[in-house]
């Protein structure tokens, strides 16, 4: 057994949305009434998220990215999914603190407030061993996927506490956070040092958000979305390109699914969206006592 497959559970895996993770039946109207902010929300993943949502009947989705054109598109097919859900958009640069400021501040602004923040924004660049690296590329692409993280945490923080405090008073589930990390978290992939060590350190700002603001109410995920053939993907080593098989519906309806409160036990947690979440549910307890899911070092003698 390789040291990846003894640090994930063995699940029945999924490729596609399937039932459990379906906006329009098992998850309809699960979103109904709440607002949710998404970076990266022009294309891919981001984009498919923003539409599941609406499917899943939410108030409102304001989604960000730098490319105003892609933007536009991802609001009609909002629109379209379900014409009631309210949704705007700004474009934005994860890395400028100010930028996500402004469109946190702007969302709240639109329509009352966050329930959801998905840090979706990602970059990949040229893989490359670290002697052979660029050193502006490869910081870059931890400023995306760690500093741009940390924005959407720090900006919609106090917002989503807001949430959890209202929802709880009705009985429900609000204040949810979801980063996109990566299988490639747990990996040694040669060449890829910019890009794994910055999803790692995703999981473990998602154990910190648990351990500053659990108190509060927040519910933080890092999830792996599973194999897109997104435009970041496509910029994997070829051989590595094999892999890409999972619809972006696949994470959108998890992230939908984790939004909806039905795994809030898992906060702090690294999860799979290729995971069958029934299968994941039935694990819960065996899950926390053994604190698995979670980044620790561990040494026998």
């Not at 629109?79 to 946190?104: F, I, K, L």
């Not at 999830?223 to 999972?246: K, N």
Request: with cysteine; charged share 20%.
């Amino acid at each position: 057994m390789s040291s990846l497959e003894t640090q994930f559970l063995s699940l029945t895996e999924h490729h596609a949305r399937y039932a459990a993770l379906d906006p329009t039946l098992a998850l309809k109207e699960s979103a109904s009434g709440k607002v949710i902010f998404i970076t990266g929300g022009s294309r891919g993943i981001g984009r498919a998220t923003a539409v599941a949502f609406a499917e899943a009947g939410a108030k409102a989705v304001y989604i960000t990215a730098r490319s105003k054109p892609a933007l536009d598109e991802t609001l009609a097919l909002i629109r379209q999914a379900n014409p009631n859900t309210q949704c705007a958009y700004s474009t934005c640069d994860v890395t400028s603190a100010e930028q996500v400021e402004a469109a946190v501040a702007d969302c709240v602004k639109k329509f009352g407030g966050i329930d959801v923040a998905d840090a979706n924004a990602g970059y990949l660049a040229h893989w490359a061993k670290i002697g052979e690296s660029d050193p502006d590329s490869w910081w870059h692409t931890w400023e995306v996927n760690v500093r741009g993280a940390y924005h959407v945490m720090r900006f919609s923080m106090p917002h989503l506490i807001e949430s959890a405090k209202r929802w709880a008073t009705e009985g429900s589930s609000g204040g949810h956070l979801i980063l996109l990390s990566s299988i490639g978290a747990q990996m040694l992939a040669p060449t890829a040092s910019d890009y794994q060590t910055s999803k790692h350190a995703i999981n473990r700002l998602c154990e910190f958000v648990t351990v500053d603001h659990g108190q509060d109410g927040i519910k933080c995920f890092a999830i792996h979305p599973g194999g897109v053939a997104t435009d970041l993907g496509q910029s994997m080593p070829e051989a590595m390109r094999a892999y890409l098989i999972d619809s972006p519906d696949l994470a959108a309806g998890f992230i939908v699914w984790l939004a909806s409160g039905k795994a809030d036990w898992a906060t702090g947690r690294h999860l799979s969206a290729n995971w069958d979440v029934e299968e994941l549910n039935s694990l819960r307890d065996g899950i926390l006592q053994n604190d698995l899911l979670v980044n620790r070092l561990r040494a026998r003698v």
